[in-house]
């Protein structure tokens, strides 16, 4: 699974052209498209001076712009209410988000640069069947997985636990395409600032998917595998022997 990693952000000011920030700061497009505000063929006015065009509260903007800085850096907890509470807003719900705005961009790029040599076709295709992949996956460690695991777990906790783990490897495989399909998100020389925006993005997803998944399977899960191994081989139908 391969994705570019970046501790930090750089940090956001009006004086900044709108289409450096579409690139810098991934999900922004979504509040610029919103705003009706040009990061594209627009791109080059300061975000102050596109605002002003707009009547908008430049103030108001950045905050929201604001709101799309997170942190790459794991958390210092550990205990499973605490990890779990960290995964569901830190990348359940960034998920959620990323995919459906990653679409929208992968067809737009798509579509208008379709005869260029380097178009990443297919693309959107393949955000999508990750995104149902996805959403599908989430749902299970929310209505069954997660709710067990701050109980605290059970004999049986390992098989739900290894059906994760197993999604998890095709997870990665779909990142591996996403990389395959652009170039490890490297977008080409003169790419307008959608598809500029729309790799920073794909490497974002990759970098919060790895994360999420090292979370869940390096911190979370083995808390639970072991207990789960030593209290199923004291019941009657272990069949470890």
């Known amino acids: ?9 750089p940090a956001l000011n009006a004086e900044q052209a709108i289409g450096q920030i579409a690139v810098q700061l991934p999900g922004s497009t979504a509040i610029f498209r919103r705003l009706k505000l040009d990061f ?3 791109g080059q006015v300061s975000l102050r001076e ?3 065009q707009k009547s908008l509260d430049v103030d108001a903007v950045l905050a929201e712009l604001s709101q799309l800085q997170r942190s790459s850096s794991l958390p210092g907890v550990t205990s499973p209410t605490e990890l779990i509470d960290h995964i569901l807003e830190r990348y ?9 705005e990653l679409i929208r961009m992968a067809r737009r790029v798509e579509a208008v640069h379709r005869d260029h040599p380097l178009v990443p076709a297919g693309l959107a295709d393949t955000l999508e069947a990750m995104h ?3 959403l599908s996956h989430m749902q299970k460690e929310e209505v069954v997985l997660f709710p067990m695991l701050k109980a605290g777990g059970n004999p049986f906790v ?11 490897v095709d997870h990665g495989a779909s990142l591996d395409k996403l990389n395959a399909l652009t170039n490890d998100a490297t977008p080409p020389q003169g790419a307008c ?11 974002q997803l990759g970098e919060d998917l790895i994360n999420h998944i090292h979370l869940e399977n390096n ?10 191994t030593t209290q199923g081989c004291g019941t009657s139908a272990c069949s470890c022997n």
């Open 1 to 9: 699974m391969n994705a570019r990693l970046q501790e930090t952000q």
């Open 40 to 42: 594209c063929c627009g």
């Open 50 to 52: 596109a605002a002003t």
């Open 92 to 100: 359940h719900e960034v998920h959620r988000v990323q995919l459906p």
């Open 132 to 134: 149902e992949e996805l």
């Open 158 to 168: 390992g098989q739900p636990i290894g059906m994760m783990r197993a999604e998890h």
């Open 193 to 203: 600032n959608t598809w500029r925006a729309l790799y920073a993005g794909i490497a």
């Open 219 to 228: 911190v979370l899960f083995p808390q639970f595998e072991a207990a789960a």
